[in-house]
T-cell receptor, first 111, second 111 residues
Framework: QKEVEQNSGPLSVPEGAIASLNCTYS??????FFWYRQYSGKSPELIMF????GDKEDGRFTAQLNKASQYVSLLIRDSQPSDSATYLC???????????FGKGTKLTVNP | DTAVSQTPKYLVTQMGNDKSIKCEQN?????MYWYKQDSKKFLKIMFS???????INETVPNRFSPKSPDKAHLNLHINSLELGDSAVYFC??????????FGPGTRLLVL
């Protein structure tokens, strides 16, 4: 069974701090890695995706991938109260349409 | 224009009833999905269609039957509803196995 693990939190950080969200996955053949944000009562929305080892930056968000360690993370710099949401890590295996989601980490950014 | 839309938004029904949820996407994507998100916020794939052809069929009770009349529509029919079917059902679409875009969700409550 292919699994994606996340710390369910809640993770609480002060406004302006860096929030670090982590995810590990079990399938070594995984090719694509996604971070979705889900506000309470809303649908998941894509923040970033990453395919290659290393870092990928987009504004205040940085995704980091280490395939050898089967680890992907999301850093949020200068956290804002509007970043408070549940963050879902999703992994797609090679040649597969299927996304496997983690259970999400709930982030709270305190003003 | 809404990219991925679902109807109804809310559905409250009695155990044993049969109900349908409809999904439409205007993104021109070839692939559509149904996900179930339970009370613990765990998002799990149920079905996926590519150009009207079923490509993912997870371990889901036979009471759930998807139908794709064309590549822009994917409906979900549920027979003999049970209490455990209460959840939020999300439709999503993607093109070429890339980013999945989610609809607003259908909140199903079985009494």
């Amino acid at each position: 069974q292919k699994e994606v693990e996340q710390n369910s939190g809640p993770l609480s950080v002060p406004e302006g701090a860096i929030a670090s969200l982590n995810c590990t996955y079990s399938d070594r053949g995984s090719q694509s890695f996604f971070w979705y944000r889900q506000y309470s009562g809303k649908s998941p929305e894509l923040i970033m995706f990453i395919y290659s080892n290393g870092d990928k930056e987009d504004g205040r968000f940085t995704a980091q991938l280490n395939k050898a360690s089967q680890y992907v993370s999301l850093l949020i710099r200068d956290s804002q109260p509007s970043d408070s949401a549940t963050y879902l890590c999703a992994v797609r295996g090679g040649g597969s349409e299927k996304l496997v989601f983690g259970k999400g980490t709930k982030l709270t950014v305190n003003p | 224009d809404t990219a991925v839309s679902q109807t109804p938004k809310y559905l409250v029904t009695q155990m044993g009833n049969d109900k349908s949820i409809k999904c439409e996407q205007n993104l021109g994507h070839d692939t559509m999905y149904w996900y179930k998100q339970d009370s613990k916020k765990f998002l799990k794939i149920m079905f996926s269609y590519n150009n009207k052809e079923l490509i993912i069929n997870e371990t889901v009770p036979n009471r759930f039957s998807p139908k794709s009349p064309d590549k822009a529509h994917l409906n979900l029919h549920i027979n003999s509803l049970e209490l455990g079917d209460s959840a939020v059902y999300f439709c999503a679409s993607s093109q070429d196995s890339q980013t999945q875009y989610f609809g607003p969700g259908t909140r199903l409550l079985v009494l």
